[in-house]
């Protein structure tokens, strides 16, 4: 305690009325917890401040004021309490109060050392129950008070009473109402309620009685006179430490000027290299500070503090703050300088398609499939009933744009599950097809497709009814529309480019000119195509140009360097999005895709593609402050696909003595059917289900999972193709076809069929020279 404030309580003169009272317990009160049987020796005193009492200083309460100021020069010093140590409780309770000492053994000291003190009057109420009950509302008060320390507490918690009755509480078969309310409470903690008679139950005994300085109790070995340091602190204020290492001035700066134990420079105190970290963390991390950027945060420091390299040192600070990389939004420009496909070099070889999805219904359709020409700039709008899967995609493909273009040579598109599955890709691969997929939550890697799709939404607003359920019947004027009129980038429309000539809107038009001739009038196609190139390149220049504008050179990464990944298209697993962090990491990077899109090496538990464009990246700076103390990043939960549900079990096996599911999954065709293992599905009705339909299919006794309706498996579709998949042959099948090598697919073909064996039927496909058979493998 400080000095002057003990001088002041040993000078305190006596109190002449109930005011002077509540002024003397008003200071005293704040030092309560540090003194023994407070509560005991200051009653005569608290009597008097009672509404209904008439102030009398009496000899008792005179003696009362005495000790109580002498008690503050006695008072043992506390010890901050260490978590991983056990606790020890002592209670005791007398006919006006009750008092606990909660202690702990420090290093190899066999003594008990208190951390902290409690005591409390009895209430008029209390002080009618019997003397059992007062000793278990001593533990009760005791075990509120400290809570936040003994519920959970690594050790169990050893309670001393001199009351013996109370070792058998939690095995007394009858309990008062009151006795078994604060056994439930006593239920949150681990105790270990011991007797030990109150003669050598002391101290907390002290606590609860008349104080008898005739027959003193048992005292801690410790009588040190309170220092400044009264509440334990562990650490110098910041001032303090400022002032610690201010005693000797540098000698490599001029000007400081040393007032009260400081170093001035100008109007500002200078912060010695030891404690700027601190002064840094003051100015930043602290909730008052609240995170600030660079320059706010250098015009908190210098409005107190300076050093010379202040500004480089708050620069660096901030930047390197965990706590800002994760939580605040980049405002720069966003990374990643355009980088344009290669132009293609003849109509309908180089595609790009996607989907216009949730549209009203018309009869019953609800998405449009949107395939582009890169080159011509041509495009098809193909209704469809829903999202199809990737075999009904394939046949719209084929019935749509190959039966009209033949085969492409590449396909750009995004990651929706038709263009990522299995089927998808074994057809592309077969059809030697090169996908291009965006990468992950980077749309704009097919920009092409996603701005026809707003031409085609932009159309449909200005001609559909207010119902908005004939789109349907529009739709192949939207497509003639957006075809005959100019494109930007090849300054022809797409039917000129694609045909050498414009369609006719308008009737006949009589012109006094004769007809020109045939060939004069359409160009030839190698001169049109290589003009049409031209125009492109220049187009595809000048969006680069314009684009760039908007944008920044991304960082330079190499593998190993760390990165941290924006969270803006994930779905995390918090509360609310909206405080969650911007940025979750850091993460390193494997390799280099491209100059714009890192392949980073992500936890096994995400399930996103780990390919991201740079502008959903921020590099990771380390801590370059030696000492410099940052909590962890919170685990975080993330998932950027959908979870795949079970429609159906159709078949079960053993491979490699572990057991297997053919699955047909809900939304997908039977190409996507896949070999899943048994502790991967989360289905037990289906499996059920089919066991009890043929039970002599291999089987375990029990099935893992929690859900009785349907069911889903958090695995990624893999594993070998099934026999049962219905592959590239069927979708190709169509009697327009031209008849050339066959394609043997097994069935079922409906997506519902029984497992085991079932009819084979011989496909025409115009793809393929030689009779090609399905395996596991693929195709041969």
């Not at 605040?328 to 996607?354: E, T, V, Y």
């Not at 160009?523 to 314009?546: E, G, V």
Request: hydrophobic share 35%.
């Amino acid at each position: 305690m400080d000095k002057t404030k003990v001088k002041a309580i040993l000078d305190w003169p006596t109190p002449k009325d109930k005011k002077a009272v509540q002024q003397f317990m008003g200071f005293a009160n704040f030092y309560r917890r540090f003194i023994r049987s407070f509560s005991h020796l200051s009653a005569p005193i608290t009597s008097l401040t009672k509404k209904d009492v008439r102030f009398q200083w009496s000899t008792e309460a005179q003696q009362a004021f005495e000790r109580l100021k002498e008690s503050f020069t006695q008072a043992p010093v506390l010890k901050q309490p260490e978590i991983h140590l056990p606790y020890y409780l002592e209670t005791d309770a007398s006919d006006i109060a009750l008092g606990a000492i909660l202690s702990q053994k420090f290093g190899d000291k066999k003594l008990l050392h208190p951390v902290a003190f409690y005591s409390r009057r009895l209430n008029s109420a209390e002080r009618n129950y019997n003397i059992g009950e007062k000793e278990l509302l001593a533990i009760k008060n005791a075990l509120e008070e400290w809570r936040h320390l003994l519920e959970g507490a690594t050790h169990p918690v050893t309670v001393f009473t001199d009351h013996r009755n109370l070792e058998y509480l939690r095995t007394a078969k009858r309990l008062r109402p009151r006795q078994a309310r604060w056994a439930l409470f006593f239920s949150r903690f681990s105790l270990l309620i011991t007797y030990r008679p109150g003669t050598r139950n002391g101290k907390a005994d002290a606590l609860s009685r008349q104080y008898d300085s005739s027959n003193p109790t048992t005292a801690v070995p410790n009588d040190t006179i309170l220092p400044g340091s009264f509440f334990c602190a562990t650490k110098d204020t910041l001032m303090e430490h400022i002032r610690k290492h201010s005693r000797d001035p540098p000698t490599n700066i001029q000007g400081l000027i040393p007032i009260e134990g400081f170093l001035y420079h100008e109007k500002q105190i200078y912060a010695p290299p030891e404690a700027r970290l601190q002064v840094l963390q003051h100015a930043h991390d602290i909730p008052a500070s609240g995170h600030g950027g660079i320059k706010k945060t250098i015009n908190t420091v210098q409005r107190y503090f300076w050093w010379p390299s202040v500004k480089k040192d708050v620069a660096a600070f901030v930047l390197s703050c965990p706590v800002c990389a994760r939580n605040k939004q980049p405002r720069a420009r966003p990374a990643g300088l355009l980088q344009p496909l290669a132009l293609p070099l003849h109509p309908w070889k180089d595609l790009s398609m996607d989907f216009i999805v949730d549209l009203p219904p018309s009869r019953q359709h609800t998405t449009i499939f949107v395939v582009v020409d890169r080159c011509t700039k041509m495009a098809h709008f193909i209704p469809t009933i829903g999202l199809p899967t990737a075999a009904r995609t394939a046949t719209l493909f084929i019935r749509e744009i190959f039966r009209l273009h033949g085969i492409p040579h590449s396909i750009v598109s995004d990651r929706g599950s038709q263009f990522t599955s299995r089927f998808w890709s074994q057809m592309c691969r077969s059809l030697k097809i090169t996908r291009y997929l965006s990468s992950a939550f980077h749309p704009q890697s097919n920009g092409q497709t996603e701005r026809t799709n707003q031409t085609l939404e932009q159309y449909l607003r200005c001609y559909t009814t207010h119902l908005q359920d004939d789109w349907l019947d529009i739709l192949p004027l939207a497509e003639f529309a957006y075809n005959n009129q100019v494109h930007s980038s090849t300054r022809l429309s797409p039917f000129y480019a694609n045909y050498g000539y414009h369609p006719d809107i308008l009737p006949d038009i009589p012109l006094n000119t004769p007809v020109p001739e045939v060939s004069n009038r359409l160009r030839p196609l190698r001169l049109q195509l290589r003009s049409l190139r031209q125009q492109l390149q220049l187009a595809q220049d000048n969006q680069k140009k314009y684009a760039d504008r908007n944008r920044r050179p991304a960082p330079q990464y190499t593998p190993g360097d760390k990165v941290l990944l924006s969270t803006a298209h994930l779905r995390l697993d918090c509360p609310s999005k909206k405080l969650g962090p911007r940025f979750i990491g850091p993460f390193p990077v494997l390799k280099m895709v491209n100059p714009v899109a890192a392949h980073l090496t992500l936890p096994s538990s995400y399930r996103i593609h780990p390919v991201f464009h740079v502008s959903l990246l921020k590099p990771w700076r380390e801590n370059p402050f030696p000492g410099r103390h940052t909590d962890p990043a919170p685990p975080m939960s993330v998932s950027g696909e959908e979870e795949y549900e079970v429609s159906k079990i159709l078949d079960s096996r053993l491979r490699y003595g572990k057991l297997e599911y053919l699955v047909h999954w809900k939304g997908y065709g039977p190409e996507d059917r896949s070999w899943i293992p048994d502790t991967d599905i989360h289905a037990p009705a289906k499996v059920r289900a089919f066991h009890l339909r043929y039970p002599s299919k291999p089987s375990v006794k029990r099935t893992r999972g929690s859900r009785l309706g349907g069911g889903s498996c958090h695995a990624p579709l893999r594993g070998p193709l099934p026999v049962q998949t219905a592959m590239l042959g069927e979708v190709l099948y169509s009697p327009e076809i031209p008849r050339g090598a066959s394609l043997q697919v097994p069935g079922p073909q409906d997506g519902e069929g029984e497992p085991g064996d079932a009819p084979r039927r011989r496909l025409n496909s115009p793809f393929f020279d030689s009779s090609c058979t399905q395996t596991e493998e693929g195709f041969t």
